[in-house]
């Protein structure tokens, strides 16, 4: 039974155009054997495959929903592994390494008990579509900032309340030049706006 698998496996790989060359049985593998029910398979970067390893694994359960249901639901599927993935990408050239974060903006927390303005401003910047990376750990504020740059984020947006109980202000601050000014909290969205737009003309 499983030798007829895996000849079927092959025909539909060849048939959608699949290599020959590039597909190879290994009785050797075994993934999960009280996991998997069938066929399993690992996938490799030419030219990397002692170097990096499988990047790609998977088969064949029919028994994971009898975890959760009563009912037995055949199933098929893989996992990446992205830093391996990634790893022997940028080692062949293919991509090139960008900022570490897809983030626009830091919002930092100057004390604890801003954290719920910091939140705040946040969810109104995502809710106005920019990227943030909110700063919620227990560092010193100084070094929020510090993890900002390293990160690559362009811009850090710091709740410094003109009032005890209602933030009316913030400071937005280019993180690449120092430069910095006070923002009326429903203009913040505006001004990043605007800022984030000249930055990409630089």
């Known amino acids: 039974q499983g030798i007829e698998e895996l000849e079927m496996v092959i025909g539909y790989l060849l048939q ?30 030419l030219d990397h495959e002692h170097t990096l390893g499988s990047v790609c ?3 064949r359960y029919d028994n994971l929903s009898d975890k959760f249901i009563d009912r037995k639901l055949p199933g098929v599927g893989m996992s990446i592994g992205l830093t391996r993935l990634f790893s022997g990408l940028l080692e062949a050239g293919t991509i090139q390494a960008g900022a570490s974060t897809p983030a626009q903006v830091a919002v930092t927390v100057p004390d604890r008990d801003r954290l719920e303005d910091s939140l705040s401003v946040a969810s109104l910047l995502r809710g106005k579509g920019f990227k943030v990376d909110l700063f919620v750990q227990a560092q010193k504020h100084d070094k929020q900032l510090k993890a900002a740059v390293r990160k690559g984020i362009p811009f850090a947006v710091i709740p410094w309340p003109d009032k005890v109980d209602e933030m009316e202000s913030v400071e937005l601050r280019d993180l690449r030049t120092g430069d910095r000014e006070v923002v009326l909290i429903h203009e913040v969205a505006t001004v990043l706006g605007f800022m984030l737009s000249e930055k990409g003309r630089d």
């Open 16 to 45: 959608v155009g699949v290599p020959e060359e590039v597909v190879e049985i290994d009785l050797s593998i075994t993934r999960g054997l009280d996991y998997y029910t069938g066929t399993v398979y690992e996938t490799f970067l």
């Open 57 to 59: 694994s998977g088969g």
